[in-house]
């Protein structure tokens, strides 16, 4: 191809999607568009799900497929947040208690401590600018206020606020040395992962490992090599019963490669690392660290002497985060939230996936809509296994914009990406009507790419939309292009 005629082919593929979004006031003109974008050619083998409504008007704009159910990625996330926000309210926040289970006598505490998780996906590092193991340093503060030197007996973490079931159903196992794919704990730190850094040293010799934070419950083989140039290629596994990290990851000199890698077991990760920094800031811990199903007795905390209590930023904030940066995490910690805070029968486990789904009954039934439309396996939509509607999609995105608690539905709004400015959407609606005006929730997984939120109008109406799109072929990126196109098309939209 001629330098000549590629230049000529580039300026037909930018000018596409604005010939394609062109000003319409029908329905029938914006029928005609939206058909266009998803029947072309590359997507013949692709399964399109779309249902678009103007929810001042009442009117549905577009139906292709919305009531069938489809795999919708992370627009999973879309039903975990607005669930749990109209249960809990936009203000509810975790507290996580550390408890002394003894006396002390001349400054060492016989019997050792408890941590009581709530399910806070949030201690860390994240919500304390970066500083990882600050609260653990207020804690050690909170003990020696308390007149602690020393800690004998056991420390004990109770997650027992969610069942045990630290995976979400139909992950898969490739996925689970990632971040996105950390395991789910009641008593969760640094959102279940290590931070790593692979620092190229000089060619030919292997790069340098640092972990932070670093106490030692990781370790790594390093097989890393330092190149003399060219592009890093990342290399990182684990087996999935142990933390030892086989890193493989070639760096040229001078270059760095980051990663968060998930820990197994958050529960001893958080007491392993919060004893770490106490011994750390001089507090000599002498204990046993277990799980509390691993404990000889059970928790009895009206006994026990409060020591410290740490609050999570309110829902919102977290909710915010969960959908922002769709942060799996997150979503799964707010599904077992509902689980555990909501859920009252006893057909599921407390704190389970499977209770948390279950309390979100009264909302769909308030929003008529069928629950066995849905087939939830996870609060994230890692799985496969979900499947969502697009009429529901959108019946769920009227219920929350028009909710009876403005702040409420504010929340869940507001949480959403904005074309152009936040999140995964950032990067996206660079130019256009839509940039800054879009607010919607993307989803990804192998063959699934879905997007699904609001859009206001040329006439000023608010639109609600759902475009999820399956098993296709061709690049995501283009299946991108195509959503956008839709959403352009939208934001151009005249008709009342």
């Not at 997150?330 to 077992?336: G, I, K, M, V």
């Not at 929003?367 to 849905?374: A, E, G, K, R, T």
């Not at 009507?433 to 997984?445: E, Q």
Request: aromatic share 10%.
């Amino acid at each position: 191809m001629t330098a000549h005629l590629r230049l000529l082919t580039l300026l037909l593929l930018a000018l596409a999607p604005a010939a394609a979004a062109q000003p319409t006031s029908t329905l029938f003109g914006l029928a005609d568009q939206v058909d266009g974008v998803i029947d072309a050619n590359a997507f013949s083998d692709a399964y399109w799900g779309v249902y678009i409504v103007d929810l001042d008007a009442d009117r549905v704009l577009y139906d292709r497929n919305a009531s069938k159910r489809f795999i919708p990625a992370s627009n999973m996330k879309l039903l975990t947040t607005a669930a749990v926000l109209d249960a809990l309210g936009p203000d509810f926040r975790y507290q996580t208690r550390l408890y002394a289970n003894g006396q002390v006598q001349n400054g060492t505490l016989t019997g050792g401590l408890v941590v009581r998780g709530a399910g806070d996906p949030t201690f860390g590092g994240r919500y304390n600018r970066g500083d990882l193991t600050r609260t653990f340093r207020q804690w050690a503060d909170s003990l020696r206020a308390a007149g602690v030197r020393r800690v004998q007996g056991t420390v004990v973490g109770d997650d027992d606020v969610f069942d045990n079931v630290q995976l979400g159903q139909g992950w898969q196992w490739d996925d689970l040395v990632w971040y996105y794919g950390a395991e789910i704990s009641g008593l969760q730190f640094n959102e279940g992962t290590v931070h790593v850094e692979v620092e190229g040293t000089s060619p030919g010799r292997a790069a340098r490992i640092a972990a932070a934070p670093d106490y030692d419950y990781v370790r790594f083989v390093n097989r890393t090599v330092t190149t003399a140039g060219g592009d890093i290629q990342e290399g990182y596994s684990r087996e999935l019963s142990n933390n030892v990290f086989t890193v493989t990851t070639s760096v040229p000199a001078g270059q760095t490669e980051t990663e968060e890698l998930s820990v197994v077991n958050p529960t001893d990760y958080f007491i392993s690392t919060m004893v770490g920094v106490f011994r750390q800031q001089g507090i000599d811990v002498e204990a046993d660290l277990v799980d509390v199903d691993e404990w000889s007795q059970s928790p009895r905390y009206e006994t026990m002497r409060q020591i410290a209590v740490h609050q999570s930023p309110p829902l919102a904030e977290i909710v915010e985060q969960t959908n922002t940066d769709s942060n799996n995490l997150y979503a799964e910690h707010l599904l077992r939230t509902m689980g555990s805070y909501v859920y009252q029968d006893k057909d599921f486990p407390t704190g389970s996936a499977f209770a948390g789904y279950a309390a979100m009954g009264p909302l769909l039934a308030r929003l008529q809509i069928d629950p066995l439309s849905f087939r939830v396996a996870d609060g994230s939509g890692l799985s496969a296994l979900n499947r969502l509607t697009p009429v529901g999609i959108v019946s769920l995105l009227r219920g929350m914009r028009d909710h009876p608690d403005r702040a409420t539905g504010r929340a869940f709004v507001e949480s959403l990406p904005v074309g152009g400015r936040t999140g995964t959407l950032k990067r996206r609606y660079r130019n256009g009507d839509a940039r800054g005006n879009v607010r919607a929730k993307t989803g990804y997984i192998s063959g699934a790419r879905t997007l699904s939120g609001y859009v206001t109008s040329a006439s000023g109406h608010t639109i609600a939309f759902s475009l999820l799109c399956n098993n296709y072929t061709v690049p995501t990126s283009r299946v991108n292009r195509a959503q956008d196109q839709i959403v352009e098309m939208l934001a151009d939209f005249e008709g009342r």
